[in-house]
């Protein structure tokens, strides 16, 4: 093999994984039909949803940094699903990750599930809603004690909901 083949062959490669990146992902309702507890149609979902909430939660989107109240959210609580409202983050497991978003270093008991994202082609973890199916965000392994996870989560995707006094 010359170096022309093997730089040639190369930049094939790169191109393929940028053209599967830019491939658009079925949403999570669409691949998991009939997998979830709550399931809805395209129109029922956009009805129920924001517009943001939607392009997060269906389409897998991600919100900007620094954009979500939630980031800022310090009381006692539960982060629950803004699809379908399952408590998915305890309040004293989220910690400020510098990131932009709502960080948290373990989600509830069977309250999240995850697969493998290759859209920015290197894998990565999507964490989705265990009970609707919504996309959350991804989950890291550079977070601190006692998991070392940072489950790097869009606010717009989740609720507050205070814990009662």
């Given at each position: 093999m010359n170096r022309r083949t093997f730089l040639l062959s190369g930049a094939a490669v790169a191109?393929?994984?940028?053209?599967?990146a830019l491939k658009?992902?079925?949403t999570p309702a669409v691949a998991g039909e009939g997998e979830f507890e709550v399931t809805y149609s395209e129109a029922e979902w956009r009805s129920m949803l924001?517009?943001?909430?939607?392009?997060v939660l269906r389409q897998e989107a991600t919100e900007r940094p620094y954009t979500s109240p939630l980031l800022?959210?310090?009381r006692e609580g539960t982060f629950n699903c803004a699809g379908c409202d399952l408590p998915l983050?305890?309040?004293e497991t989220k910690y400020d990750?510098?990131?932009?978003?709502?960080?948290f270093y373990d989600s509830l008991p069977d309250a999240v599930g995850t697969k493998r994202d290759?859209?920015?082609v290197l894998p990565r973890t999507e964490v989705h809603c265990r009970r609707c199916g919504g996309h959350l965000g991804h989950v890291f392994n550079d977070g601190p004690p006692p998991t070392g996870l940072r489950?790097?989560?869009?606010?717009?995707a989740l609720t507050f909901e205070a814990q009662s006094a």
């Open positions: 191109a393929m994984g940028g053209l599967y658009p992902s079925p924001t517009p943001d909430q939607y392009a800022y959210e310090k983050y305890a309040s990750s510098g990131t932009g978003w709502p960080s290759f859209k920015l489950h790097c989560i869009n606010g717009v």
